[in-house]
């Protein structure tokens, strides 16, 4: 998905479970972290790029075991919630991320070199664009049902 695509549908899904435009913005940074750690093209070159898209960086488990770190610093005499919120759902939108990669591609799940996925659409599509429509769609539908 084009990091348009993913800001929107992760920032979207955040605020409908929370309402809290910090967890929100966070989710939505984190949902183009996976994708920035890689570097672009242009700044490694096209073919180390290629080599390691959808590599590590796509791992969910790398995330999921931040957020486990993060759940265990509760205890510790430097907590402060509003900052480990924050990390927290900068972890939960690189999983949206990832998520979202797989409708479109293959991407790691135990293993980093194994990776599942199917493609329902191209990239910068307008299948894309519609697919993140109708989601969005689904979210805000979802919530107002939920709502009642």
Request: net charge positive; proline share 5%; with cysteine.
């Amino acid at each position: 998905m084009k990091w348009l695509s993913h800001i929107a549908l992760t920032g979207t899904i955040a605020y409908a479970v929370t309402a809290d435009p910090l967890s929100a913005a966070a989710a939505a940074a984190g949902a183009v972290l996976p994708d920035r750690i890689e570097g672009t093209p242009q700044s490694v070159g096209w073919r180390t790029w290629r080599s390691r898209h959808r590599g590590w960086s796509h791992w969910p488990m790398l995330y999921l075991a931040l957020i486990g770190a993060l759940g265990c610093a509760e205890t510790a005499p430097y907590y402060d919630p509003a900052f480990f919120s924050v990390l927290t759902w900068l972890c939960l939108g690189a999983l949206m991320h990832i998520a979202e990669d797989a409708v479109c591609g293959k991407v790691p799940l135990l293993f980093p070199t194994q990776k599942v996925g199917i493609r329902l659409f191209t990239v910068g599509s307008l299948r894309e664009y519609l697919f993140v429509l109708l989601c969005i769609f689904i979210v805000y539908a979802a919530q107002n049902i939920l709502r009642i």
